[in-house]
Antibody, heavy 117, light 107 residues
């Protein structure tokens, strides 16, 4: 069974950074792109970007170009997203989702990030 | 960026009814469209991709149609387990963009 297990909730101060993880099981992460999506109830869903874990190639939405950094560790079958220079606008739930021949056919459970002083 | 306008924002229907949710893209997305279902507290689940292809394991009462800029999701014979939010996503061009969602309730 394909599963994406994300790391737990995070509380951070403004200006700090956070690194979220997304551990895949049931398949090899090198076989699919891993996408990341931001969800705020009042703003809906926003696509952040993807990483190809096989070669580390990345693609970002322009607005997240300097905010998010996507990486992957094939030895642990885990993808990561680091968010830097956090502000209240980064308070959200972040999802990882694999994308192959069909789009986003498996999602993580979401990771909550709260930015507050 | 391609804007996805989804309607209605909320929908209330009776068990057994047929409901339709629509998404309009700001430009032609050449069937690069997916529909997802999200139940409260859960992650989204893929229903339809390429505008009209049913994802594995999804009940056949769900169907997608459309082309160009206009797309729709139809749910036949509404079941209680269909209570959820539904949203569309275009993946034809970067950045991928989502509709604002439709909250479906049972009347």
């Amino acid at each position: 069974e394909v599963q994406l297990q994300q790391s737990g909730p995070e509380l951070r101060r403004p200006g700090s950074s956070v690194k979220l993880s997304c551990k895949a099981s049931g398949y090899s992460i090198t076989d699919y792109l891993m996408h990341w999506v931001k969800h705020r109830p009042e703003h809906g869903l926003e696509w952040i970007g993807w990483i190809d874990p096989e070669d580390g190639e990345t693609k970002y939405a322009q607005k997240f170009q300097s905010k998010a950094t996507l990486t992957a560790d094939t030895s642990s079958n885990t993808a990561y997203m680091q968010l830097s220079s956090l502000t209240s606008e980064d308070t959200a739930t972040y999802f990882c989702a694999r994308f192959g021949s069909s789009p986003m056919d498996a999602w993580g459970q979401g990771a909550s990030v709260t930015v507050s002083s | 960026d391609i804007q996805m306008t989804q309607s209605p924002a909320s929908l209330s229907a009776s068990l057994g009814e047929t409901v339709t949710i629509e998404c309009r893209a700001s430009e032609d997305i050449y069937n690069g469209l997916a529909w997802y279902q999200q139940k409260p507290g859960k992650s989204p689940q893929l229903l339809i991709y390429n505008a009209n292809s049913l994802h594995t394991g999804v009940p056949s009462r769900f169907s997608g149609s459309g082309s160009g800029t206009q797309y729709s999701l139809k749910i036949n014979s509404l079941q209680s387990e269909d209570v959820a939010s539904y949203f569309c996503q275009q993946y034809y061009d970067y950045p991928f963009t989502f509709g604002s969602g439709t909250k479906l309730e049972i009347k």
